[in-house]
Antibody, heavy 123, light 107 residues
Framework: EVQLLESGGGLVQPGGSLRLSCAAS????????MTWVRQAPGKGLEWVST????????YYADSVKGRFTISRDNSKNTLDVQMNSLRAEDTAVYYC????????????????WGQGTLVTVSS | DIQLTQSPSFLSASVGDRVTITCRAS??????LAWYQQKPGKAPKLLIF???TLQRGVPSRFSGSGSGTEFTLTISSLQPEDFATYYC?????????FGPGTKVDIK
């Protein structure tokens, strides 16, 4: 059974930093790209960042580019995101998710999601 | 960036109703569209991917269609557990984008 468990959320002041982690199990972690998606309170879903299975390719939303860094440790089956220079608008539940339906041209769904971890940026 | 719009944004329906939600993309995305269901306080759940393929374990009352710029999610006979918010998502190119959501509520 695929399981994704996020941790590291909490309250942080504007301009501060936070590191979120996602522990994965139940699948061959290194084979699959992984992603972070966030949801501000009462709002819709916003894609944040994706990393390839090897970690060699990364993609970021413009809203976090230069401030967030996605990484993975395939020996520990963990996915991380380092969040710096946090702003009030980064307040959200952060979900990690696994990419699925991967064919030659890419991966075309987020098939498993964690339960999310809340990040609150406030003074 | 590819923008997704959904209509309606809110839908009031009864158990047993046929429900259709439309998602439009600002440019062609082939069939690289997925649909998710989200209930309050829960993570999104994948329903359909590449426009019309039902995810394992999802009831057959859910179906998807479309390609290019216009897509639909249909629930053939709404059940009590289907009251939720539904999002479309394009994975044709980065940045990945989601539609704003359609909330399906009880009439």
């Amino acid at each position: 059974e695929v399981q994704l468990l996020e941790s590291g959320g909490g309250l942080v002041q504007p301009g501060g930093s936070l590191r979120l982690s996602c522990a994965a199990s139940g699948f061959t972690f290194s084979t699959y790209a992984m992603t972070w998606v966030r949801q501000a309170p009462g709002k819709g879903l916003e894609w944040v960042s994706t990393i390839s299975g090897s970690g060699g390719s990364t993609y970021y939303a413009d809203s976090v580019k230069g401030r967030f860094t996605i990484s993975r440790d395939n020996s520990k089956n963990t996915l991380d995101v380092q969040m710096n220079s946090l702003r009030a608008e980064d307040t959200a539940v952060y979900y990690c998710a696994k990419l699925g339906y991967c064919i030659r041209t890419g991966c075309y769904n987020f098939d498993y999601w964690g339960q999310g971890t809340l990040v609150t940026v406030s003074s | 960036d590819i923008q997704l719009t959904q209509s309606p944004s809110f839908l009031s329906a009864s158990v047993g109703d046929r429900v259709t939600i439309t998602c439009r993309a600002s440019q062609g995305i082939s069939s690289y569209l997925a649909w998710y269901q989200q209930k309050p306080g829960k993570a999104p759940k994948l329903l359909i991917f590449v426009a019309s393929t039902l995810q394992r374990g999802v009831p057959s009352r859910f179906s998807g269609s479309g390609s290019g710029t216009e897509f639909t999610l249909t629930i053939s006979s709404l059940q009590p557990e289907d009251f939720a918010t539904y999002y479309c998502q394009q994975l044709n190119s980065y940045p990945v984008t989601f539609g704003p959501g359609t909330k399906v509520d009880i009439k």
